[in-house]
């Protein structure tokens, strides 16, 4: 009798432990991530200045005016000025005075070449 009192308690305390590092693999694959992003994110609106062009949540592209503690004047387009709260603010597209490493191409009057190969049977 015992030994069955014994085992029993035994069971439980895998039981714990099996609960204790279920819990622990998910605080590291879904809560630590998680904070991680927010963290992220945070920082990334509190750096809004203006000139930066940004996104919305809601897709929303527009140029930074203004940014005041809590809300950020967008311009979306030319003398069309809106508010939004900064946690609206999804991504930053550029910030100001960075320099793209697009190429500049010129711009020619000749007409290109057509890429399409004529492939039909001429009589």
């Not at 099996?18 to 879904?30: D, K, Q, T």
């Not at 509190?46 to 203004?66: R, Y």
């Not at 190969?117 to 001429?122: D, F, M, N, P, Y």
Request: hydrophobic share 45%; aromatic share 6%.
């Amino acid at each position: 009798m015992l030994q069955a009192a014994e085992q029993a308690s035994g069971g439980n305390y895998s039981f714990l432990l099996i609960l204790v590092l279920l819990f622990g693999f998910m605080y590291f694959v879904m809560i630590r991530p998680q904070q991680k992003r927010r963290k992220e994110a945070l920082e990334m609106q509190n750096t809004l200045g203006a000139g930066d062009e940004i996104v919305t949540i809601g897709g929303l592209h527009g140029t930074v005016v203004v940014a005041d503690a809590d809300v950020v004047t967008l311009e979306v387009a030319p003398g069309v000025q809106v508010r939004f709260a900064r946690p609206a603010i999804a991504r930053v597209l550029t910030k100001a005075g960075t320099v793209t490493d697009e190429p500049v191409v010129p711009v020619t009057d000749d007409e290109p070449e057509s890429p399409v190969t004529e492939v039909r049977k001429q009589d």
